[in-house]
């Protein structure tokens, strides 16, 4: 102990002499730089081509080998959703895929399909969108067999049991009761309910249409929708072509069901427009507005991409981000959105502001349009916006089966064949010019709708300019 504590202050006079003798340096440059001015080569990126088989049942199979992991990962995607709910049972279609899941099969109980599952440890995640319904189930090569047979099970023979109905029915209820507690969610059903006008794509489940559900309305939809050949199914993983096709065929070959194939639904007829407004007694308004658009099938679709991003998809580097959040601080959260289908697409912009600002949010948002429209964009945010949806798109393709999968969605769709091989190419090749052309004819101050979740009494005064509002009694 006692050479130590004698060494510390001989090193610190050692130290102190070297430092005396350095010679006084220059300031160090910094060496951090602007994320634009770094240099690095190209992202070389060639996309694996899943195998289109199509199978004797009417299936479509989208295949793609991955032997990396002794694991194979299935998506099925099926020609349904809940558009095609029958006017006045809305929620059928939700319903109908949650007790595919839970409800049992003809031969298999729900306890039981629950402890083969638990047994595996592998669960199929069951879900309905607006025009299709999906499912997801990864599993252990070795439980091939096992794990195909049951999910065709839940899928071609549900039981539907009447203690799960009644389950999902409450369960239903209650989500129902709470949406009116969450602004968010309860602005953007509204406005989906506004944005489509006497049409099927308008309407929601409420507390008094999923209570008009019986059992024979389940097994119904069912039928008419759940068959082999309106399904097409995505597979990757550690499996051979061959063992796939024969094992998928196996598991779907019930030759009793019709072959019932539906197409995709024609494109919305009328659009919702004009100002709405749900009161509600809340510090914050959120503020949702837009319109219908063009679609992915249509040629400007890869530049309308561009200028969503640009707008306001495009996180803090948009316009509408970068002006009501980070220069005037009117919101947390701002932005657009461009939701693009085969024949038809939304656009749409959305705030989450204090209640004192919501007129200012909305009228700076609004000023941000009219200056697309006008053409205002330069080329040096062009391309950080092709860079940005470039390198994104490349990485939404991390996994084979996201590959496969998507590559299934393209037909779905009823895509272009090269969709996604030429997404890349087509986005590179927006000009300045194209996007200031789409943003003049696309975005139409007239035929927009806006709806507003909030305190209207703390509003402010109305803007002279801007037509009143129509009230609007969400449907719960």
């Not at 004819?441 to 509002?469: C, M, S, Y």
């Amino acid at each position: 102990m006692k050479n130590r504590k004698a060494f510390f202050p001989a090193a610190g006079l050692l130290l102190l002499a070297i430092f005396a003798m350095s010679p006084p340096s220059a300031p160090a440059e910094s060496p951090w730089i602007s994320p634009d001015q770094i240099a690095y080569p190209a992202l070389e990126f060639r996309m694996p081509q899943a195998q289109r088989i199509a199978l004797t049942n009417g299936m479509v199979l989208f295949y793609l080998k991955d032997g990396e992991l002794p694991l194979v990962s299935l998506t099925v995607l099926v020609r349904t959703g809940s558009l095609y709910d029958p006017e006045g049972k809305e929620g059928l279609a939700e319903l109908t895929a949650a007790l595919l899941r839970t409800g049992g099969t003809t031969k298999i109980s729900s306890g039981e399909m629950d402890r083969r599952l638990d047994f595996l440890a592998a669960s199929p995640s069951f879900s309905m969108s607006l025009d299709s319904a999906s499912v997801h189930f990864s599993f252990l090569k070795s439980d091939l067999e096992e794990c195909l047979g049951l999910l065709s099970r839940m899928l071609l023979e549900p039981a539907f049991e009447e203690k799960k109905i009644q389950e999902a029915l409450a369960l239903k209820k209650e989500e129902l009761r709470r949406i009116a507690d969450d602004p968010q969610k309860l602005a953007f059903r509204e406005f989906n309910r506004l944005l489509y006008p006497g049409d099927p794509r308008g309407r929601y489940a409420t507390s008094a249409s999923i209570q008009n559900i019986s059992r024979a309305d389940l097994a119904a939809f069912h039928r008419e929708y759940f068959s082999p050949a309106n399904m097409l199914l995505a597979v990757s993983g550690d499996i051979s072509r061959e063992e796939a096709v024969e094992k998928i065929e196996q598991a779907f070959s019930d030759a009793t069901i019709p072959r019932r194939v539906h197409e995709l639904p024609d494109a919305p007829k009328q659009r919702g427009r004009g100002i709405f407004l749900i009161p509600k007694a809340i510090p914050q308004s959120t503020v949702v507005s837009g319109e219908l658009t063009i679609s992915k099938n249509h040629p400007d679709f890869y530049a309308f991409e561009v200028l969503d991003f640009l707008i306001g998809s495009g996180g803090f580097s948009s316009r509408i981000f970068s002006a009501v959040r980070n220069e005037e601080g009117l919101a947390y959260s701002a932005g657009s959105f461009y939701r693009a289908r085969s024949n038809y697409g939304v656009f749409g912009t959305y705030a989450f502001t204090k209640t004192a600002s919501t007129f200012r949010a909305i009228s700076l948002i609004d000023a941000i349009l009219k200056d697309a429209a006008a053409g205002s964009f330069s080329q040096t945010e062009l391309d950080r916006a092709k860079r940005s949806i470039i390198n994104s798109f490349i990485f939404s393709f991390e996994q084979p089966g996201q590959i496969a999968s998507q590559q299934m969605t393209v037909e779905y769709e009823k895509l272009p064949a090269d969709f996604l091989t030429a997404y890349r190419t087509k986005i590179e090749a927006v000009t300045l010019e194209d996007v200031r052309r789409v943003a003049a004819a696309f975005l139409h101050e007239k035929e927009r709708l806006t709806l507003i979740v909030g305190d209207a009494d703390r509003f402010g005064a109305w803007p002279q300019n801007w037509a009143p509002p129509s009230q609007f009694v969400p449907q719960h």
